[in-house]
Every structure is written in C-alpha cells, then in structure tokens.
C-alpha cells in the first residue's frame, strides 16, 4: 500500500497571504494525484488531477505541483473560502490511498 | 448537472448488516466507473471500494474485503454497497463518487450517508 502523508498538518495563514501544501508518497506515485478540498458539513471537492491539472471550475490561484514522490498544492493568494481541509490522494495502483488533510485556517 | 444521491444509511448492531444505494443522474451512468469513500467522524477520507464501468471488474480496500460488495444497475443508474459483519469502526458518513474518466480520482461527490454501527 502506497501511504500518502501530507503536511502541516494545520497551516495558519492570512487572507491574501500565499499558501503551500505538502503531500508526500511512500513510493513513487508518477503524476498520478488528486487534491481536493473539504469544507464543513460538505463533500469534498475535485481541485487538481493528473498532479497539475486544475479541476473544471477551479480559481487559476490554485495550483500543482511534483511528480514520483513529492508534491505540492499552492494556493497564490487566500480567499476567505479556501479555509478548508485539503486532502491528497493517489490513484497510481490499488489501494487507492488519501493523505490525512491539511486543514487551513485563518491566523 | 451531475447529481448523486445516497440513501440507506442508518444506526445498525455490530455483526449486522446494511445496503446502501446511490442515485446517479445528469451523465451516462454505464460509462464512468464508480466508488465509494468513507469519512469517520473527524477523521480523513477512506477509500472503501469501485467497480469497473459495466461492473465486470470490482475493487476493495482490505479492511472490507470478503464483508463489503459493490455492485452497480446501469439500467437504473444505481450504485450499491452491500455491508455484511458490520464492526464499530465502519461507522462513517459514506460518499458515492463518480470516477474520472481520466484516471481513478474522484470528479463528483454525492452528499453521503451515515452509517452507524453501534449497540
């Protein structure tokens, strides 16, 4: 099994301010990753596949980055509407695996 | 506008059994595959299991296999989990998805269902 391990855990950030999500997989992965965004009480949403490829109807802020075991979510400037958890997953083989969410909030 | 509905949840007795189905409309549901994913309370996401477009091939995670079967009715747009030997630690809100076309991620996301496995 592929373990998909993200950090922080929690990232403290200021609206307008950058902020930079790490995801990293026990084996190599290729490009084969998802993020996604969670809100409270919400289904988590489709941000970015493919490790760089955003979503239909994702914000050009939000972009990724990496390939085989590390990657990277950056969100250029928050909005008060990125505060939420963000998960990785892989999709490289089975089981298919998810990090266990960083949860961004605001400083 | 895609839109999945899952149905079924419910409080059940450890050892027990649940079948939960989700509704699919607003694509051509026999062409994506389709999966489930679970969340414990205030904990991450889990995939639990997917089946192929068609139904022909079926994947587990471990910690269900041999008591969780997905199975799908394309001619109803209905996706199914049947969950046998229940165990305290499948209780969670559980989420139908669709499958991306583009690889085993997960493109929509239905609101979920809660399943409750307690005495």
């Known amino acids: 099994e592929t373990v998909m391990t993200q950090s922080p855990a929690t990232l403290s950030v200021s609206p307008g301010e950058r902020a930079t999500l790490s995801c990293r997989a026990s084996?190599?992965?290729?490009?084969?990753l998802a993020w996604y965004q969670q809100k409270p009480g919400q289904a988590p949403r489709l941000l970015i596949y493919?490790?760089?490829t955003r979503a239909i109807g994702i914000p050009a802020r939000f972009s990724g980055s990496g390939s085989g075991t590390d990657f990277t979510l950056t969100i250029s400037s928050l909005q008060s509407e990125d505060f939420a958890v963000y998960y990785c997953?892989?999709?490289?083989?089975?089981?298919?695996?998810f990090g266990q969410g960083t949860k961004v909030e605001i400083k | 506008e895609v839109q999945l509905l899952e149905s079924g949840g419910g409080l059940v007795q450890p050892g027990g059994s649940l079948r939960l189905s989700c509704a699919a409309s607003?694509?051509?549901?026999?062409?994506?595959?389709r999966s489930w994913v679970r969340q414990a309370p205030g904990k991450g996401l889990e995939w639990v299991s997917a089946?192929?477009?068609?139904?022909?091939?079926?994947f587990y995670a471990d910690s269900v296999k041999g008591r969780f079967t997905i199975s799908r009715d394309d001619s109803k747009n209905m996706l199914y989990l049947q969950m046998n030997s229940l165990r305290a630690e499948d209780t969670a809100l559980y989420y139908c998805?669709?499958?991306?076309?583009?690889?085993?991620?997960?493109?929509?996301w239905g609101q979920g269902t809660l399943v409750t496995v307690s005495s």
């Open positions: 607003g694509f051509t549901f026999s062409s994506f595959a």
């Open positions: 084996q190599s992965v290729s490009s084969k």
């Open positions: 997953q892989h999709f490289n083989n089975w089981p298919l695996t």
């Open positions: 089946i192929v477009g068609g139904g022909e091939r079926t």
């Open positions: 493919g490790a760089s």
């Open positions: 998805a669709r499958v991306s076309s583009s690889g085993w991620f997960f493109d929509s």
